[in-house]
């Protein structure tokens, strides 16, 4: 699932990802049946959990072999490819951000005291170089206190969430804070552990691309946190040495085909997974498990696509099902984003995205074991339309963590294409820690939701159900 997005500086040269010396090397694909089996789901989720895979972090090795072994089970499936050249590899061209020495980040109170913060613990640094030795704070809660222009001798601390922040910069004009020296947020209510600068990916972002971010974003955690909340800080320092190198990594993408259309224009289901996960780049603890596997986040929901699109066949339903296993989420959707601008079949006709997203343990707040909960639930009909026929799909019991808006469907969604992620996490500890392992999946609930993924999806790319927007909650820039 996202994490908010760090973006950064500085350039080496782009290289494609076939081009990354031998093509990745695939695990071997478990024997498939045109069915979903619990044996096949364990197989999917174990290979891509496994430490030999280190967390399947964009644009590294082991993410590339993460991606070989999807395109091969796409193949053994009988998928037809659907990526760049004839194959299941949809190239994500990147620039990735590098440290060259640690941040620093301090804050300066009254009688310019000052307080010197610990990269990792207490705060997290953005993609671009920044070097200001002080910028006056300007504490922000409600829209109202954002000042009238862009100052870049200010640093902003906006005490909101990132739909809040992003919605507020966005109506007074101030794009995305960019014209400021800095740009805060709230990060984590605990502190974080210290950052190894020497392996710390700061962000990524598409490679080529001009985005609109404020230069110094900063998010602070823990006890930090508090202090900017107290009132007691007037100034920060901020410095951050960063370059930039261009890598490349791939969306994996293949398609079932429907019914040849009556009006000869074809229309698209997408589904999705992100493959990735994370590595945050921790001073290592000495005896302590230092990978990331993210078997729920979300080898749990690539899992269930795989399944799902195993047991759609070819020509059976109305409209074609696109399957896209996505790089780059946790980044900022990034491989969603390339999907988008480069699709299988144009948005005009794409009627969804039925995302899947950390499916791996039962949610007792919704009912436990084999139920789903749906984001965005009362944005549009789906939901409503699933439980008339008795699927075990109940809405986002907590929609005050914006979970609608905090995966590859949101993508979707701000094209004005229906988007809506299928999901059970129950904020367990685990998530986005080494912890997230693959002995904690429960695979019994995870083949019983990816069962009712599949009856969602005939129902949807069946033709039997019209899916609308619910009233006013259409994007306001539809397609």
Request: net charge negative; glycine share 10%.
């Amino acid at each position: 699932m996202l994490l908010a997005p760090f973006l950064g500086l500085s350039l080496s040269a782009l290289v494609p990802f076939a081009d990354l010396g031998a093509p990745a090397k695939a695990h071997p694909i478990p024997e498939l049946v045109p069915a979903i089996t619990r044996a096949e789901v364990e197989a999917h989720v174990r290979w891509l959990a496994s430490d030999e895979l280190a967390g399947r972090v964009t644009g590294t090795p082991e993410c590339d072999r993460a991606a070989a072994y999807l395109a091969d089970v796409l193949r053994a499936q009988g998928l037809q490819p659907a990526g760049d050249a004839g194959t299941f590899l949809q190239s994500v061209p990147l620039e990735r951000t590098r440290l060259k020495s640690a941040p620093v980040l301090a804050f300066v109170g009254s009688g310019a005291q000052r307080t010197e913060l610990v990269h990792g613990t207490d705060f997290d640094v953005p993609w671009t170089a920044v070097a200001a030795e002080s910028l006056r704070l300007v504490v922000v809660r409600a829209a109202a206190d954002l000042p009238a222009q862009p100052d870049r001798s200010v640093a902003l601390f906006v005490d909101a969430s990132t739909a809040d922040r992003k919605r507020w910069l966005a109506d007074a004009g101030l794009g995305a804070g960019e014209g400021f020296g800095a740009v805060l947020s709230p990060g984590s209510k605990k502190a974080g552990r210290p950052r190894d600068p020497a392996s710390y990916t700061g962000g990524m972002r598409r490679a080529g691309r001009a985005e609109r971010r404020a230069e110094g974003s900063v998010r602070v955690n823990g006890d930090a946190l508090e202090q900017l909340r107290g009132g007691a800080v007037t100034a920060i320092a901020l410095r951050v040495e960063a370059e930039v190198e261009r890598v490349s990594t791939a969306n994996v993408v293949g398609r079932i085909p429907g019914r040849a259309p009556r009006d000869g224009q074809e229309r698209a289901v997408v589904i999705s997974a992100h493959y990735d996960h994370i590595a945050h780049g921790h001073a290592p603890l000495k005896g302590t498990d230092t990978i990331y596997n993210g078997a729920d986040d979300d080898a749990s929901g690539v899992a269930a696509v795989l399944e799902i699109a195993g047991a759609l066949p070819a020509g059976e339903l109305a409209a074609d099902v696109i399957v896209l296993l996505a790089t780059g989420e946790e980044f900022g959707l990034l491989g969603t984003e390339e999907y988008l601008d480069r699709p299988v079949v144009p948005l005009e006709r794409t009627i969804a995205n039925l995302n899947v997203e950390m499916v791996g343990r039962p949610d007792a707040l919704v009912g436990g074991r084999g139920v789903l909960w749906l984001t965005g639930d009362e944005h549009t009909n789906l939901g409503a339309i699933l439980r008339e026929r008795d699927l075990r799909v109940v809405a986002d019991p907590r929609p005050d963590q914006h979970f609608f808006e905090r995966s590859d469907n949101y993508a979707f969604v701000r094209r004005g294409v229906i988007g809506q992620t299928f999901s059970t996490y129950d904020m367990h500890a685990d998530y986005h820690m080494p912890s997230d392992e693959a002995d904690k999946i429960d695979f019994e609930h995870l083949t019983e939701c990816t069962a009712t993924g599949a009856r969602a999806v005939r129902l949807v790319a069946g033709g039997e159900v019209e899916l609308v927007w619910a009233k006013g909650k259409a994007p306001i820039s539809p397609r």
